[in-house]
T-cell receptor, first 112, second 116 residues
Framework: DSGVTQTPKHLITATGQRVTLRCSPR?????VYWYQQSLDQGLQFLIQ???????AKGNILERFSAQQFPDLHSELNLSSLELGDSALYFC???????????FGQGTRLTVV | AQKVTQAQTEISVVEKEDVTLDCVYE???????LFWYKQPPSGELVFLIR??????QNEISGRYSWNFQKSTSSFNFTITASQVVDSAVYFC?????????????FGTGTRLKVLA
């Protein structure tokens, strides 16, 4: 168990809908990263937050947004969903001063 | 540019065989970190090991061993006496500081199938 909790584990929704994925980092970790893993794309970095502030942005679509709350949990919002958004979405947290990233179990999103 | 290459897309071995997963990286930084992660069929990403760029000492953990060679920019992973439970996708990753934060670059993964 990495200590990073992601909910829900599975999500099935229709095209055009909006969903929110939630991540609770390991206790004390201030950094949260979001990744998308599609079948043909590998692990793609979406966005990183550190103590509530956005620190780095990757290949995140404009339809997607994220935030990190004062209690350090993070949410990834995906809107106007398309079939191609079906993927495994991972959250990772990193301890301050350490380079290791610990991943949650992922949320498997299926858009039908 | 930073890059991680895992040239082996899929490897199949018979149980108890040894298997080596290759990882080659590219970076201009002198300080960086290398990782291996395991993704079993259940989907989670499990952290296996981290190596620092300034520490080329190889590491062994049970049946797992890692060979880090800066001269060839490689960080290979060997599983000795493979078991069916080792079947998974294995990812190699590179981490560097970029604009004050750590950035991670993943390889495309190697799917290992261990046959009984």
């Amino acid at each position: 168990d990495s200590g990073v909790t992601q909910t829900p584990k599975h999500l099935i929704t229709a095209t055009g809908q909006r969903v929110t994925l939630r991540c609770s980092p390991r206790s004390g970790d201030l950094s949260v990263y979001w990744y998308q893993q599609s079948l043909d794309q590998g692990l793609q970095f979406l966005i990183q937050y550190y103590n509530g502030e956005e620190r780095a942005k990757g290949n995140i679509l404009e339809r997607f947004s994220a935030q990190q709350f004062p209690d350090l949990h993070s949410e990834l919002n995906l809107s106007s969903l398309e079939l191609g958004d079906s993927a495994l979405y991972f959250c990772a947290s990193r301890p301050t001063g350490g380079p290791e990233a610990f991943f949650g179990q992922g949320t498997r999103l299926t858009v039908v | 540019a930073q890059k991680v290459t895992q040239a082996q897309t899929e490897i199949s071995v018979v149980e108890k065989e040894d298997v080596t997963l290759d990882c080659v990286y590219e970076t201009r930084d002198t300080t960086y970190y290398l990782f291996w992660y395991k993704q079993p069929p259940s989907g989670e990403l499990v952290f296996l090991i981290r190596r620092n760029s300034f520490d080329e000492q190889n590491e062994i953990s049970g049946r797992y061993s890692w060979n880090f060679q800066k001269s060839t920019s490689s960080f290979n992973f060997t599983i000795t006496a493979s078991q069916v439970v080792d079947s998974a996708v294995y990812f190699c990753a590179l981490s560097e500081m970029d604009s004050g934060t750590y950035k991670y670059i993943f390889g495309t993964g190697t799917r290992l199938k261990v046959l009984a």
